[in-house]
């Protein structure tokens, strides 16, 4: 619809307006289906069992009762007044930092190896049988937790484990019917290389697809400038893969903030002293054992407070040792720019390994 009018000076503008168009059947449809429906699954399973979570943490509710009272916030002052939940604590924050270091550097070591690991002359391939090794660190994670950590649980028996059996095979006298989760001193680095091998196979398989993600040209120019595998893959296999590292961390943290099935299978009472007990245990003892579900729920809300706050370490820690470029995704030149800025990312490594081979 257009509508004509007129100027003071006389002249004439025509306007155009746009009619105001009625919804149709199939956009109202469309907008229920694709937006208003999910949003609601997100609100009902999401976001309404965290705010749940949060009002019961602020009860006495036992669990098995319709009735409960208002505490406020003394659960959550009783948590870091709690000697058993505080040392869960500490054991969680130890996993977090150690496992997914640990298992993030063998996982990289064992991906360089076949990928770029193979012989110094020809084209850049990795070891012999790559393919083989790739398959065989995969097995671990096909393998459910649980049994994961039974099968441990057994090798570290006492008296009929494997690994006792084996090192007095071999000469080590000291290590007959030594209990690896039963001393301070082993229980945890014990149950850390449990979790470690499960995890090893998936985060190799991840960082091997990032590697072949990276133009060969690259690994060639930086070993004509005399870059070793070792140089390569720190100054740059790392750099160039630093967001699968991050997300790998992130995830690899999150699993072992909780840690319940592994933790369970090996020592379901927490270990000597409680030097292996976790969060989710204690949070599984205090509601199901004790009634304590207003208790647990606090905890349970501390574990997420937790994890989240891991996440933005992380986040915070690949920001400051010089992680994504911001900018490229949010600057005026959109997705072009940020590929010319990306192009010159290569040369510039591979000049600074020549000026370090040639020094």
């Excluded at 680095?189 to 990276?214: C, E, H, N, Q, R």
């Excluded at 296999?237 to 699968?244: A, C, E, G, K, Q």
């Excluded at 933790?263 to 245990?281: E, F, K």
């Amino acid at each position: 619809m257009t509508s004509t009018t007129t100027t003071p000076g006389g002249g004439q503008t025509v306007a155009a307006r746009r009619r105001r168009r009625r919804p149709s059947w199939n956009r109202i449809s469309f907008m229920l289906v694709f937006l208003v429906l999910p949003l609601a699954i997100f609100v009902i399973f999401v976001i309404s069992p965290f705010v749940q979570a949060l009002y019961y943490s602020l009860t006495n509710w036992t669990g098995f009762s319709p009735s409960m009272s208002f505490v406020g916030v003394s659960n959550f002052v009783r948590l870091f007044h709690d000697n058993i939940f505080m040392a869960a604590l500490r054991n969680n924050v130890e996993l977090a930092i150690v496992v997914p270091l640990v298992t993030i550097a063998i996982a990289l070591a064992i991906a360089s190896l076949v990928t770029i690991g193979g012989p110094s002359k020809g084209m850049i391939r990795g070891i012999g049988g790559a393919s083989f090794y790739r398959v065989v660190s995969f097995f671990p994670y096909c393998v459910p937790a649980i049994v994961i950590g039974l099968i441990w649980e057994q090798v570290y028996d006492p008296a009929a484990g494997l690994l006792n059996g084996f090192l007095t095979g071999i000469g080590l006298k000291n290590f007959e019917n030594f209990a690896w989760l039963g001393e301070v001193s082993t229980a945890m680095p014990a149950s850390m290389w449990v979790i470690i091998w499960s995890f090893i196979g998936f985060y190799t398989i991840l960082f091997v697809a990032a590697i072949k993600g990276v133009p060969a040209e690259i690994y060639e120019a930086a070993r004509v400038d005399g870059a070793g595998r070792f140089r390569m893959a720190v100054s740059l296999t790392i750099p160039l893969i630093r967001d699968n590292v991050q997300t790998a961390y992130i995830y690899l943290g999150i699993a072992v903030l909780d840690a319940f099935v592994y933790m369970q299978a090996l020592n379901p009472g927490g270990g000597p002293n409680n030097t292996t007990l976790t969060m989710s245990q204690e949070l599984f003892t205090v509601a199901f054992r004790k009634g304590e579900f207003g208790y647990a729920t606090a905890m349970g809300v501390v574990l997420a407070a937790v994890t989240l706050l891991f996440a933005a370490i992380v986040f915070a820690v690949s920001r400051l040792l010089g992680g994504r470029d911001e900018t490229r995704g949010s600057t005026a030149g959109g997705r072009g720019r940020g590929r010319r800025a990306l192009a010159p990312t290569p040369i510039a490594t591979t000049d600074q390994l020549a000026e370090e081979a040639g020094a």
